[in-house]
């Protein structure tokens, strides 16, 4: 089987302090660096003059820069400085699968170069504006309070930024949105994902009508049909907390509280596969913004509805949206920014940026 090559690119300097570690699912044929261990960037250097490493498979990759030895899973609400991309490629891909994402943090900026697996015509994603102009617009437009929770002092000048999936208390919340759309009673149109040996279904109904305070916390806030199923969220369950996390609650399909998040048995429940990807909908819909009193809030229109409308939805991935390549919602790789599958026959460059530097975005 073919391989596939990564090169580094160090434009910070730092390379007695930095680390890259490498994580992946499964490999095979990897060669030039060690799956799961903390290398300083000076030593992969010196063993690999290339500056390269290369593998025939690695399936949901993570590839990790930091200051400092990395752990096995890095922590978001550490005061370690760190980035990461996303990548992986099976034995049946044509090509490496690629997103950049800042969705649990904004930190160390990497940006990835190489050519399209389609057509051979070369990409890039990176940033439009610098780290340092990043974290000033979350500090000012995001969050409503930077205690060292949310905004991480990582020393030496460096400061991380952790997202409101993680850190919700500190980022605006979603009352006023949500109470636009139940004054509306605004619409629902919501097709599901499709179960193994099965078929998708649209749900539609719609948000219950009045204010939002006034509604019960215990009634629903959302119902939708479709046949003799039914889907119901209750207003508790739909709180700024959830909605930013995307999980923790619960939902209610046909009169049973399930998991807002659940197992589907690699798609053969089809009961999960449907309640999971609801909900997910719901999230979409809310934190980017696509929701709105008149509607029509049709989720298969999403990809190409306007996001965030009239300044509603998640500001942090907004701000990410706005200035870079990367994405800064858990879902947000198939609506704001579109995965990549990368050519395996020239490599592909990652680069790491320094704090006051942008580079390699994709207009």
């Not at 205690?147 to 930024?161: F, L, N, W, Y």
């Not at 139940?182 to 619409?187: D, E, P």
Request: glycine share 10%; net charge neutral; hydrophobic share 30%.
């Amino acid at each position: 089987m073919s391989k596939f090559t990564f090169k580094v690119v160090n434009n910070r300097g730092d390379e007695t302090q930095l680390n890259l570690m490498l994580t992946a699912a499964s490999n095979s044929g990897l060669q030039g660096i060690q799956l799961g261990k903390s290398t300083l960037i000076k030593d992969f250097f010196t063993e690999n003059p290339s500056h390269s490493f290369s593998a025939e498979t690695l399936v949901e990759g993570r590839w990790y820069v930091g200051y400092g030895s990395m752990p096995p899973a890095p922590d978001p609400n550490s005061n370690q400085y760190y980035g990461w991309v996303e990548f992986s490629r099976n034995n049946v891909d044509k090509g490496v699968w690629l997103n950049l994402s800042n969705v649990d943090i904004v930190g160390l900026p990497l940006t990835l170069k190489g050519k399209l697996a389609d057509d051979g015509k070369p990409f890039s994603l990176g940033y439009k504006k610098p780290v340092k102009d990043i974290i000033s617009d979350m500090k000012s437009r995001a969050l409503t309070r930077q205690d060292p929770a949310v905004v991480k002092d990582c020393g030496g000048g460096r400061t991380k930024i952790v997202a409101p999936n993680i850190q919700f208390p500190f980022y605006r919340g979603y009352d006023d949105y949500l109470n636009t759309l139940t004054m509306a009673g605004a619409k629902l149109r919501l097709q599901t994902d499709t179960p193994k040996d099965g078929t998708s279904k649209t749900f539609m109904g719609s948000f219950s009508k009045g204010r939002y305070p006034d509604l019960a916390d215990t009634g629903p806030i959302i119902t939708i049909t479709c046949g003799s199923d039914t889907f119901q969220i209750l207003k508790n369950q739909f709180t700024t907390e959830y909605l930013y996390r995307c999980d923790g609650g619960n939902i209610v399909f046909n009169g049973e509280s399930l998991p807002q998040n659940r197992p589907d048995n690699k798609g053969r429940d089809a009961s999960a596969v449907y309640t999971n990807s609801l909900f997910r909908n719901l999230c979409i819909g809310i934190n980017e913004g696509y929701f709105t009193a008149e509607g029509p809030n049709d989720s298969s229109k999403f990809s190409s509805d306007q996001p965030f409308r009239d300044s509603q939805g998640n500001v942090y991935a907004q701000i990410m949206h706005e200035t870079s390549n990367s994405y800064g919602f858990p879902y947000a790789d198939a609506n704001l920014k579109t995965l990549l599958v990368a050519a395996i026959d020239s490599p592909i460059t990652l680069t790491i940026l320094k704090d006051e530097e942008s580079g390699d975005y994709q207009g």
